[in-house]
C-alpha cells in the first residue's frame, strides 16, 4: 500500500462534496439516530455512536446537527427498524466494491444497489465475493504540522494501543483494530491532539489500475450513482484513482 493515504484516497477524492453537505448531513444524522436508539445516547458506553459522532466530526458537521441527531434517536419511534447490510460487488475492469447501506428497506436497497453495479457494466457478488481483499481497520488522521513532535505522536499513539503510525505526505495516520479505535482516538484526545479525524473503514490491500476510458466513465458514474443514494453510507473500492480525480 506504499504511496497510498488511506484516509486521503477514501475521503479526500470526495471533493465535489461541498455542494452535497446537505445529503451528507443527513446520512450521518441518520447514523447517529440509529446509533442512539440501539445503543444509548452515552458514547462512552455506545462505540457505535462514538464512531458515527466521529464521522460526522470529520466532515465538518455542526454540533448542532449532530445533538439533534442524537435527540431523534431518544425519541424515535420503536417501530422505524434500521439495518446495517455491506453489499459486496464487481466494477468495471475487476474493481472491487465493498457498498455499506443503513436502510429501513433491505429489498429496495438491494434492488438500487444491484441496478447501479449492472447499468454501470458491474455486477453484484455475494457475500464474500470481494471482502477478502479488503482490511477492516480503524484509521486516525492528523495533518502534518511543525508544532507536532513525530516520535512524541508515535508513541502516545502505539501506547493508547495503535496497530501502525505512518508518515504520508500531507498527514499522519495512524492504524487501529476496529474494536480499539475509540480507545485510541481518545487516548491521542488525551495526549493533546486535538485537531483529528477519524473513522472505521474497509481498506484495499492492493489497487486496480484502470487505463480503459470507458471503464474510468462508468467508475465514476456508479460511485457518484451510489454516494447519491440515501441509504448509502459509505463506498470503498480498490480502483486506484488518478491524482486529478481525487481532488475534484
Request: glycine share 8%; proline share 2%; net charge negative.
Amino acid at each position: 500500500m506504499s504511496g497510498h493515504s488511506k484516509w486521503s484516497n477514501i475521503k479526500n477524492r470526495k471533493g465535489k462534496q461541498d455542494a452535497l453537505k446537505g445529503k451528507i448531513f443527513t446520512k450521518l444524522a441518520r447514523a447517529i439516530t440509529v446509533s442512539v436508539r440501539e445503543g444509548g445516547s452515552d458514547a462512552g458506553y455506545n462505540s457505535s455512536l462514538a464512531t458515527a459522532i466521529e464521522k460526522a466530526k470529520a466532515q465538518n458537521m455542526p454540533n448542532d446537527n449532530i445533538d439533534r441527531a442524537v435527540k431523534a434517536g431518544l425519541a424515535a419511534a420503536s417501530g422505524e427498524n434500521f439495518e446495517t447490510i455491506t453489499y459486496e460487488g464487481y466494477g468495471p475492469s475487476g474493481t472491487a466494491f465493498m457498498v455499506q447501506c443503513l436502510t429501513d428497506n433491505k429489498n429496495r436497497t438491494a434492488a438500487d444497489v444491484r441496478h447501479y453495479f449492472s447499468k454501470y457494466n458491474g455486477n453484484l457478488g455475494t457475500t464474500g465475493c470481494v471482502g477478502y481483499l479488503f482490511d477492516r481497520n480503524g484509521v486516525i488522521s492528523i495533518d502534518l504540522d511543525d508544532k507536532i513532535d513525530e516520535e512524541e505522536l508515535m508513541m502516545a499513539a502505539l501506547e493508547a494501543g495503535a496497530e501502525d503510525f505512518e508518515v504520508e505526505e500531507d498527514n499522519y495516520e495512524i492504524t487501529t483494530a476496529p474494536e480499539d479505535f475509540i480507545q485510541v482516538l481518545n487516548g491521542l484526545k488525551e495526549a493533546g491532539y486535538n485537531d483529528i479525524k477519524g473513522d472505521i473503514m474497509y481498506i484495499p490491500q492492493t489497487y486496480v489500475k484502470v487505463e480503459d476510458e470507458d471503464a474510468i466513465k462508468n467508475l465514476e458514474k456508479m460511485i457518484d450513482a451510489m454516494e447519491d443514494n440515501d441509504d448509502v453510507q459509505e463506498v470503498y473500492h480498490n480502483w486506484d484513482m488518478p491524482e486529478e480525480e481525487e481532488e475534484e
